[in-house]
């Protein structure tokens, strides 16, 4: 477990693509269990879908547990991601639905709002890149910033616009390609301390994300 930044009160950590979040019915090692081991005592205050990698903060106590998930209610806590779409968004934009989880299948969709046990789900996107491949076509690197932290958000919402995360198998847009890997990624936490109220920010950037090098950009 890659440690970003760590007190008495906050841990914040690296999740690889592949581990899930929490234990699943595949028994392999999870985050929350690997923070467990560390820390002693923590929750889980946010998930990443097992295929997406990047930044994870956990808490140190039940109090700090409580400020945090406090926060989070309130929408305090900046969440900022990386992924790549097939096909060119507009430069930016603001996606708002209302999104429906099937359990059973482990997906979501989205539906009209009104709709029984759905949840309005927002992000705001800038779009950083486009390029095109011989393979797969015309690629987007875009910039998300997750205000509402809904079951599969990312995916449905673009998928749902024909603007598939590359990669992603489980929700295939008009004009999706294949990869390895999801090209999704967390690249950025900010919250303020559960103790002191001090704003801390963490970026964890990826060096690649196909076809993309990160490191050509200039995010900020």
Known sequence: MKIVYE????????????????????????????ATEYVGETTLLHRLDRPVGGIMLFPK???ASAKLNEQLRLK???????????????????????LLKNG???????????????????????????SCTEKYGKLSLVKINLITG???????????RNFSIFGDTKYKGSNRGTGKDLAL???QIGFKHPTTSEYLEFKLTPSNIYPFNIDSFKLY
């Open 76 to 98: 305090e806590i900046s969440k900022v991601y990386l992924a790549v779409v097939c096909g060119v968004p507009e430069p930016k934009g603001e996606l708002k639905d209302y």
């Open 150 to 160: 809904r079951h599969h958000q990312i995916r449905v919402q673009f998928s749902d």
């Open 104 to 130: 059973r299948l482990n997906t979501s969709k989205v539906v009209q709002k009104g709709t029984p046990n759905s949840k309005e789900s927002v992000l705001y996107y800038e779009t950083i890149s486009t």
């Open 61 to 63: 106590s039940q109090i």
């Open 185 to 187: 990624f967390s690249y």
């Open 7 to 34: 007190d008495k009160d906050v841990l914040v950590v690296e999740k690889p693509q592949g581990v899930p979040s929490q234990q699943d019915k595949t028994g392999d090692k999870d985050m929350l269990s690997l």
